[in-house]
């Protein structure tokens, strides 16, 4: 079993930067795929960013690619989400994820159905 903890979210004014974390524990997760999602009021969750770290590639939705950044600590047990440029429509709950077959299969890094395990949420709020 892999339990998944975030924190770091908050309200911040459109144009300012939040750093997400995620802390895994329960199994040794070098090998897994790391992937955060968000979910707006009334809405699905959307895939934001994924990090498999079988071989340390990122993945990226359009609506964040040069804005936000993910990245694991060297034990790979924490991972980072760096948001900067934040937008009010950014405003979600974001959410950790882990999967171990996405990175293994190499496929499904953008559906949350491909991810077994995740944590509670944090909320982002962006202030226009």
């Known amino acids: 079993q892999v339990q998944l903890v975030e924190s770091g979210g908050g309200l911040v004014q459109a144009g300012g930067s939040l750093r997400l974390s995620c802390a895994a524990s329960?199994?040794?997760?070098?090998?897994?795929?790391m992937g955060w999602f968000r979910q707006a009021p009334g809405k699905e969750r959307d895939f934001v960013a994924a990090?498999?770290?079988?071989?340390?590639?990122?993945y990226y939705a359009d609506s964040v690619k040069g804005r936000f950044t993910i990245s694991g600590d060297v034990a790979k047990t924490t991972v980072h989400l760096q948001m900067n440029g934040l937008k009010p429509e950014d405003t979600a709950v974001y959410y950790c994820?882990?999967?171990?077959?996405?990175?293994?299969?190499?496929?499904?890094?953008?559906?949350?159905?491909?991810?077994?395990?995740w944590g509670q949420g944090t909320q982002v709020t962006v202030s226009s």
């Open positions: 329960g199994r040794t997760l070098s090998s897994y795929t």
């Open positions: 990090i498999n770290w079988r071989d340390d590639h990122t």
């Open positions: 994820a882990a999967s171990a077959a996405v990175g293994y299969y190499n496929r499904g890094y953008y559906s949350p159905r491909g991810y077994p395990y």
